[in-house]
């Protein structure tokens, strides 16, 4: 008999993880609440035609297909295709690679339902072909948030606001770098090569990785002049507060309508978030550009302060998502929370707390079939209150009983044999300090639920 | 342009339609956490060697396959391999079909870290590719709960519990029906028909749906004794209390080891539930069956009443799942609840709590650049008590906005003109009555806070 294993790049979650997990989860989905965004989710398959495409060739060749059932052989001629060729063939649906494309899909399809601006929170996980390293899987949870339909820049001041709120909640401090695409778009114009924007923003998204020399390398690979990469010099090593910053861009940008355009909405989301008590720090960082082509207006990136994890958030407006679908102007604003980087971070900074990892409160000691029966009694007494407790389900040594209570952090253990049954009482255990006392089963609910 | 459309027999969820089942599963997941239950999870997609011929042929037809990555043709010979045969050399991977077997895979595969008895709940989709049908889809959520490590009646007793406090929280009354695999093959051992238990359960099984005379002429199929059918005839209509039953059984299964330790196993969890504070009809079915084979003790389904639909809830004891991955001699014993089929009760019932449809309390009117910093401060006091709520993120005709909120059954709307600026104070409408007044945001919040 082989061990049994489970593919590689996904992971099976114990219930001490599951907690952690949750304990992210419940919180992000708090504040998202409290903002009026709104759940939805979709199908973890969607049809191949929705999904290919989207992502890059790079991004087809990552997604899973799933096989068609019955018989799928027939009429294709598997001799004469390539493995490529054949995947249409056989297969029509594929795992959801992100919720970005479904949610657009989503929008699409149930327009005449929605009331717009929607906001939508939508936390599922994700497939992704992906080769598996450390802190990368093939299975993976994100947590996206999404504006669609609005224009107003207090959306992205609320994204803001709300990226402050969550981490906050997680005691992680973060800076927010901002940008804006069309400050990129100022740049490609006033260095000459407005047509090269894309080029610009890969190649400029890897100065954080790779730095300036290589950058250079990569956007003299690119075709830009050499010119203009004398002129982007500048915007590598813009440095100091906001305001200093848009002053110089001021400048620069004096004769670039779109790249002060950028400015002006730079400007509009900190006078917002000026009203919003945010604490994290806010940095206007002009070589943030994310990979994605699609972002049009501001975009977001979330550092935490402290740990060597990359990125934990990200996200930005587009105007024209929805587009590849056939809905024109509908504009959004999302960012989406990697559960995995945050876990990491939590982690490493040990901010997970502590009560979480005793989700058990009390653990009844099963003495045989008498005691068992008050031992029930107390147990409901505890239960009624909300207080998560459980009665060993047989008789066994008592050793077993509190090994068992000791691995599952059980912070209470209570007993109760012949003499406590005489006396209506049963004799209460704080595994921490090692106390016991005799007490009615009333004192014992209340003290138990001091601790929660 | 395609209309997008997602694929046949999966669903997308509204918000609505989200806060309703994350009703459901707020429910659910708190009993099962008072009850000490601890949550995991398992990856949606499992290798094929875990999943085949778990599910019998049906079941390995109804495995969603993934195709593997990469150059799957390589080396595989299409021309001369059927469909099915294909499938195991181009898919390595396939979807969860349920999630017993990924269950019994874990805890084989995790048993080192484990302390049992195990007591977990799991919450999490499964595929199928079943024709799509009212009240079927291809993916679906089941809730599981399950003890492993413990052939304690006690387990079997909780299980009822459990079903009880959850569907009493629903509001729905329920029948739970009970009975032994061990009563059923008493029965098979008094009609003299030990060897064909397999089939007797799976005609007796069918008993609700299909009547009497079909299970004898099943039974006569599958090979039984006319003499042997004439026996059973007075299992099909048994009537009486439980307690009578039990005791008509015990005169028939005067000679049946196993039909005897059936009633002893049943007699002590009614014993067990009488101390427990039940609420549901507990009702001894000797027909009840369940197809699955791997029930081994108790099997239990659960029948919501005044409503025509089928069963809400099964499951049973096993003691030998685990067996399938290498480990022996691991008993356990579970219940499953289905999550659409209690949605549909809840809904013909009209038994969601109706709060759950206003999920965003207020909203904000937007009145333009200067009335919407002072609208931001209200929404900050609102969010700041935890009370979900917007700001309308543009001007905007106060009919449309007045729209969206109807639309998002909101029930406060709160507006501030100059005149409302100017004293401190906002407009505060009920949308249920119409009424308005000017408030200050203390008020306001104690007024909204009170509806929660």
């Given at each position: 008999m082989v061990k049994p294993s489970i593919p590689k790049g996904t992971r099976d979650f114990a219930p001490?993880?599951?907690i952690r997990r949750n304990y992210i989860f419940d919180t992000i989905k708090a504040v998202f609440k409290k903002h009026a965004f709104l759940p939805i989710e979709t199908p973890s398959m969607e049809n191949l035609s929705t999904l290919m495409g989207k992502y890059g060739e790079e991004g087809d060749r990552l997604l899973f297909k799933v096989l068609n059932s019955g018989d799928f052989k027939q009429g294709v001629d598997f001799e004469n295709l390539t493995s490529n060729q054949l995947t249409s063939k056989i297969c029509e649906k594929g795992l959801r690679y992100d919720l970005t494309v479904?949610?657009?899909?989503?929008?699409?399809?149930?327009?005449?339902?929605?009331?717009?601006?929607?906001?939508r929170y939508q936390m599922q996980p994700v497939w992704r072909a992906d080769r598996p390293q450390k802190g990368r899987y093939r299975e993976f949870y994100q947590c996206d948030v999404d504006v669609i339909g609005s224009t107003?820049?207090?959306?992205?001041?609320?994204?803001m606001q709300i990226t402050d709120e969550i981490f906050t909640s997680f005691g992680i401090p973060v800076v927010i770098k901002i940008n804006n695409r069309k400050i990129l778009s100022g740049i490609a114009e006033v260095v000459g090569e407005a047509d090269k924007l894309t080029d610009i923003?890969?190649?400029?998204?890897?100065?954080?990785?790779?730095g300036k020399e290589k950058v250079c390398e990569e956007l003299k690979e690119r075709g830009l002049s050499c010119e203009a990469i004398g002129k982007m010099d500048p915007f590598f090593c813009f440095c100091g507060s906001n305001e200093e910053k848009l002053a110089q861009l001021d400048k620069v940008f004096a004769n670039?309508?779109?790249?002060?355009?950028?400015?002006?909405?730079?400007r509009q989301m900190l006078a917002y978030a000026a009203q919003m008590d945010i604490k994290a720090e806010i940095e206007l960082d002009i070589t943030l550009a994310r990979g994605l082509n699609y972002y049009t207006g501001a975009i977001f990136e979330v550092k935490a302060q402290?740990?060597?994890?990359?990125?934990?958030?990200?996200?930005?407006?587009?105007?024209?998502?929805t587009g590849i679908f056939g809905l024109k102007n509908m504009s959004g604003v999302g960012i989406s929370y990697g559960a995995e980087r945050i876990y990491d971070v939590l982690n490493e900074l040990n901010l997970f707390p502590t009560n979480i990892d005793s989700p058990i409160k009390a653990l009844f000691i099963n003495f045989g079939e008498k005691e068992e029966l008050y031992a029930l009694k107390g147990l409901q007494a505890l239960r009624q209150a909300g207080i998560a407790s459980e009665l060993y389900p047989e008789k066994a040594k008592i050793g077993k009983q509190m090994t068992y209570a000791n691995a599952k952090a059980v912070p209470f253990v209570i007993m109760a044999g012949a003499d406590e049954i005489a006396e209506n009482v049963y004799t209460l255990k704080d595994m921490n300090s090692g106390e016991q006392r005799k007490l009615n089963i009333a004192e014992i609910r209340e003290i138990i639920a001091a601790t929660l």
């Open positions: 001490t993880e599951m479904p949610f657009a899909r989503y929008v699409v399809q149930h327009q005449a339902e929605i009331s717009f601006p929607f906001k107003s820049l207090l959306n992205e001041a609320e994204l923003c890969t190649a400029i998204d890897k100065l954080d990785k790779i670039s309508e779109i790249g002060l355009k950028g400015l002006s909405e730079i402290n740990v060597s994890i990359g990125s934990i958030s990200g996200g930005g407006r587009y105007d024209d998502l």
